[in-house]
């Protein structure tokens, strides 16, 4: 019986001690988390008056359930972080008192972060006003706008921010101008959207007013979202009728497809641009009915005219110089004809209706009748006969200079001798002689400068051209000329 009861006694009994909050007598040698409790102890003396004062003066208050209390703590000898003697200064992270324990500074650093409160923390049984007084302060500190620059800078990285905290209207305007100082379109964007949502109409208007760069972002993204009434409204009220009336134009223009649909932008030019900024666009909204107008009739002919190729050579909404092209290319006068019928679709006529200069006329008839290769056409463009056949250039002073349209009829691919022939219509010598060489027509240079008795000036040229070219036997008979009265 009593090896039975030894071995029961064997099995039962423990030498590990059990943890006891009234024990106060543990070896001296025991450490709570590396440091030992006497150190422990004097740390927290050592934070309790390191800690700076609040706002308000008063010492901030060291939170009971983050350092052990003093007397909890027993004295240990074997303390390796205070000595007996140490001062009880104020020690700060990195100082050299601290640094020696062996507790790193950034545990020193959040150990006293983590004392630092800013709010009462319910500690056991509250009254119930206080608990009142701690909820409230909570609900403050929930709906306080937190600083314009964490928010902008939320939006900027693509994190959940919220405006909802910004109640007042100078907290509003400071967000807003910060978003504009920044310069992030999509922060300046979403502050205007939330004060369209939560100021009144007057105020806001106001604000854009004041700030046309937010406006004209607003305005862009209601025109991108096809909010026509709300696009209308907000430059309506900034004063800009004239940008409202442009842009009801251009979708009336683009939304016309047939003539029976003219009437609504007759309507649009009655209702916009009959008073205020805008009525000093009404010509040109007269101009484009006229335009419109002349391009279904053209197109309708067309159709008429030639099949399969309707959809091709449409002209509906383009510009006018595209149906003036047009119009040189099926509907061209024949001047030599006699007793001409008037046609409403030709070039001159297009002209007179729209207003078309004499030099757009010319540029966009010589190209497309350059690109026929219709080189009569092209003279009868810019020449004349006069008395005893003599040239006579049309326009004067409006016309194109000779120059360009000898340079444009070489680009086109024009014979030598269509192109020399307005070589020679130049009035400055040094000029033709350098035109004709730029376009290659040597030969007009050589006879120029020998009409000019320049003879070194056909030597010059003659050492640049290919050897036995043409050219070059064309340079030396000049220079073997006998009648030519030389003057270098």
């Known amino acids: 019986m009593a090896s039975v009861e030894d071995d029961e006694a064997y099995w039962n009994e423990t030498k590990s001690k059990g943890f006891n909050f009234d024990d106060e007598d543990e070896k001296a040698g025991s450490q709570l988390f590396g440091v030992s409790q006497a150190g422990t102890s004097r740390l927290s003396r050592q934070l309790r008056s390191a800690m700076p004062n609040d706002a308000s003066g008063t010492s901030l208050l060291l939170s009971e359930s983050t350092l052990l209390s003093e007397s909890t703590l027993s004295s240990s000898s074997n303390s ?3 000595s007996a003697n140490t001062s009880l200064a104020p020690a700060k992270p990195g100082d050299g008192l601290l640094s020696s324990s062996g507790v790193s500074d950034n545990t020193i650093q959040r150990i006293i972060n983590s004392d630092r409160i800013t709010e009462l923390k319910p500690r056991g049984k509250l009254l119930p006003d206080e608990e009142l007084q701690i909820l409230r302060r909570k609900e403050q500190m929930r709906w306080q706008p937190p600083p314009v ?74 025109s991108t979202r096809c909010q026509w009434s709300e696009f209308s409204n907000l430059l309506e009220s900034l004063g800009r009728s004239r940008d409202v009336a442009i842009k009801q134009l251009g979708l009336v223009i683009g939304s016309i497809d047939s003539p029976s649909r003219l009437q609504t932008l007759v309507n649009c030019s009655v209702s916009h641009f009959s008073s205020g900024s805008a009525e000093m666009d ?84 010589l190209r497309t009748k350059a690109q026929e290769q219709a080189w009569d056409a092209v003279d009868g463009l810019f020449i004349s006969r006069g008395w005893f056949q003599g040239i006579r250039l049309i326009g004067g002073s409006n016309s194109i200079p000779m120059a360009d349209v ?19 219509l130049v009035d400055n010598v040094e000029e033709k002689i350098s035109l004709a060489n730029r376009l290659q027509c040597h030969r007009a240079a050589i006879d120029i400068m020998k009409s000019q008795g320049d003879r070194l000036g056909i030597i010059k040229l003659k050492e640049r ?24």
């Open 80 to 82: 390796v972080l205070f």
């Open 149 to 222: 620059e964490e928010t902008l800078r939320q939006i900027l990285l693509g994190l959940p921010f919220s405006l909802e905290c910004y109640h007042s209207l100078d907290d509003k305007k400071r967000i807003l101008d910060a978003a504009l100082e920044q310069g992030n379109g999509d922060a300046i964007l979403c502050v205007v959207q939330f004060l369209s949502k939560t100021l009144k109409k007057s105020h806001f208007t106001h604000l854009m007013s004041q700030r046309p760069v937010a406006a004209n972002h607003y305005a862009a993204h209601l």
């Open 282 to 365: 009404r010509p040109f909204v007269l101009h484009t009915i006229k335009l419109l107008e002349w391009q279904f009739a053209a197109t309708e002919k067309f159709k008429s005219l030639s099949s399969g190729q309707e959809a091709a050579e449409s002209i509906i909404g383009k510009p006018a110089l595209d149906s003036l092209a047009h119009a040189c290319r099926y509907h061209w006068e024949n001047p030599k004809a006699k007793n001409p019928i008037p046609d409403p679709l030709a070039p001159s006529a297009l002209c007179q209706s729209l207003g078309i200069n004499q030099r757009a006329y010319q540029w966009t008839a």
């Open 406 to 424: 000898a340079a444009e009829l070489h680009a086109q691919g024009a014979p030598e001798e269509v192109v020399v022939k307005y070589i020679n």
């Open 465 to 488: 051209l290919p050897s036995r070219s043409e050219e070059q036997v064309y340079a030396e008979n000049a220079l073997k000329s006998s009648s030519v009265r030389w003057k270098n």
